[in-house]
């Protein structure tokens, strides 16, 4: 099992920065990837950015350059920075981990943060 726990959405100004936090407890050293996907009213679900154990990243085109995920190991904790906010990226923002046991993967989702960029 694995909880996740997401913080530091808010209102913020186009062109304003927000941190999101997502701290991982349970069984955390069988997680293979962590990521952010967020979801605005009336549209689908998408991937934003992840993060891979090995460190590897990767993120939707429409936020490189301005966000960034990284991981801290010692608080199992995983990071998104947000710069350059656009009021499309106004979204409830969910932290997603993926745990696997032998041949099977597990997902699990935070309860979600939500971002708003005034415009």
């Known amino acids: 099992q694995v909880q996740l726990v997401e913080s530091g959405g808010g209102l913020v100004q186009t062109g304003g920065s927000l941190r999101l936090s997502c701290a991982a407890s349970?069984?955390?050293?069988?997680?293979?990837?962590m990521g952010w996907y967020r979801q605005a009213p009336g549209k689908q679900r998408e991937l934003v950015a992840a993060?891979?154990?090995?460190?590897?990243?990767n993120y939707a085109d429409s936020v490189k350059g301005r966000f960034t995920i990284s991981r801290d190991n010692a608080k199992n904790t995983v990071y998104l920075q947000m710069n350059s906010l656009k009021p499309e990226d106004t979204a409830v923002y969910y932290c997603?981990?993926?745990?696997?046991?032998?041949?099977?993967?597990?997902?699990?989702w935070g309860q979600g943060t939500q971002v708003t960029v005034s415009s």
């Open positions: 997603n981990a993926e745990r696997s046991e032998g041949p099977l993967g597990y997902d699990y």
């Open positions: 349970g069984t955390i050293f069988s997680i293979n990837a």
């Open positions: 993060i891979t154990s090995g460190g590897s990243t």
